[in-house]
Structures are given as structure tokens and as C-alpha cells.
């Protein structure tokens, strides 16, 4: 069985800033993972994911992962913030075709 | 694109009543999942449906029915509700074997008295 570990709970940084939300996997051979971002009381929303081929995913809103077999790694980066990517920020990996495991979450607070 | 409806939004029941939550997608996909949320937590599968006419459980089945009416459509029962499984309930659809990307409802939140 996969799983995904997000070793920080909150991250604070000011608008403007860039960021990185950490995600690291356990391996369990194919690797796909993907972010989803939640607004307060709203849904998750799909950001992107990794399948193949390129390391470096992009998505929605500026966001982009990095995959690294190395470091067993799947960060989410953003090269400048705004106050509305204040959200808690989940990464998941598959555990079958069929159903995912979603790691435990970061919030991420955008500081005008 | 499409969209995925939950009602209630809000649902408020006593200890010990039965419950049920409804969930819609319009995306035409064939696979289904009902979340738990706890505050501040993260997701916990309940249920999930792969195609129409089929129901797994997830890692929190117990205490909780699932009927996937037809495609379209994904229900999920509270047999018994006890104060502490008051959360966010979540629903989610993919393409079949398309867990990795889901599309997810707004939510509805229980709270038991």
C-alpha cells in the first residue's frame, strides 16, 4: 500500500512570496500522485498530477509539482502567492486503480 | 464540464437516527466515492462505486449504507448516528480507474445532537 506524508501542517508566507508545500511518498512500484487544493468550506478541487514523462507537472492558477525518485518526492510550488491560495493543500497517491490515499494536509495562510 | 450536487448541505439529526446523504454528477463518470472529513483532517474513504451496479467498502464502512441508484446518482446512510461522527461527508466521481483525478461535491455537514 502506497501512502503520502505532508511533513508541514501550516505554512504562513506574505503575498508576493513563492512557496513550496512538502509531499513524500512511500514506494510501492508505479509512482502516480496528484494535489488537490480546498477552500474553506468548499470541496477539493484537482490541481494536477504525475503520471509519466516530464518530472515537472503543471496546473491550474501558476501551481507546479516537482516529481523526484531520489527523494521519493512530489512538492507543489507556486512562484508567487496571493491572498486567495489561502487553502489547505492535500497530496494523494493511488493505492489501487481505483482508490487514493490523501495525506493529512497543508494549510497554507497568504499574509497580505 | 460538469458538476456534482449534495443535499442536504446542512443535515441535523438525534443519536440513533438514520440518516441519508444524496450526491449527483452530471460528468457521466462511472466510478463514485463517498470521504469523511473530520475538522481539520484529512479524507477517509466510506464507500466507493466503481461502476453502476457495483459498492466496495473503503477504510470506514462500519456504521454507514451505500445504494448507487444509477449511474448518476450515490447515496450514502448513517445506520445509527452517534455524536461522534459529526463532519464534513464529501462526495467524488473519476472515470473508471481514474482515482487519481476526482471531482468533488461541496460537501454536507452533520452535526448530531
Known amino acids: 500500500t502506497q501512502t503520502v506524508s505532508q511533513s508541514d501542517a501550516h505554512v504562513t508566507v506574505f503575498e508576493g512570496d513563492s512557496v513550496e508545500l512538502r509531499c513524500n511518498y512511500s514506494?510501492?512500484?508505479?509512482?502516480?500522485l496528484s494535489w488537490y487544493i480546498q477552500h474553506h468550506g468548499h470541496g477539493l478541487q484537482f490541481l494536477l498530477k504525475?503520471?509519466?514523462?516530464?518530472?515537472v507537472v503543471q496546473g491550474v492558477n501558476g501551481f507546479e509539482a516537482e516529481f523526484s525518485k531520489s527523494d521519493s518526492s512530489f512538492h507543489l510550488r507556486k512562484a508567487s502567492v496571493h491572498w486567495s491560495d489561502s487553502a489547505v493543500y492535500f497530496c494523494?497517491?493511488?493505492?489501487?486503480?481505483?482508490?487514493?490515499?490523501f495525506g493529512d494536509g497543508t494549510q497554507l495562510v497568504v499574509k497580505p | 464540464g460538469g458538476i456534482i450536487t449534495q443535499t442536504p448541505k446542512f443535515l441535523i439529526g438525534q443519536e440513533g437516527q438514520k440518516l441519508t446523504l444524496k450526491c449527483q454528477q452530471n460528468?457521466?463518470?462511472?466510478?463514485m466515492y463517498w470521504y469523511r472529513q473530520d475538522s481539520g483532517k484529512g479524507l477517509r474513504l466510506i464507500y466507493y462505486?466503481?461502476?453502476?451496479?457495483?459498492?466496495q467498502k473503503g477504510d470506514l464502512s462500519e456504521g454507514y449504507d451505500a445504494s448507487r441508484e444509477k449511474k448518476s446518482s450515490f447515496s450514502l446512510t448513517v445506520t445509527s448516528a452517534q455524536k461522534n461522527e459529526m463532519a464534513v461527508f464529501l462526495c467524488?466521481?473519476?472515470?473508471?480507474?481514474?482515482?487519481?483525478?476526482?471531482?468533488f461535491g461541496p460537501g454536507t455537514r452533520l452535526t448530531v445532537l
Open positions: 467524488a466521481s473519476s472515470i473508471r480507474g481514474g482515482a487519481l483525478e476526482q471531482y
Open positions: 514506494y510501492g512500484g508505479s509512482i502516480y
Open positions: 504525475y503520471y509519466s514523462g516530464n518530472p
Open positions: 494523494a497517491v493511488p493505492n489501487s486503480n481505483n482508490r487514493i490515499f
Open positions: 460528468f457521466n463518470h462511472d466510478t
Open positions: 462505486s466503481i461502476t453502476e451496479n457495483d459498492l
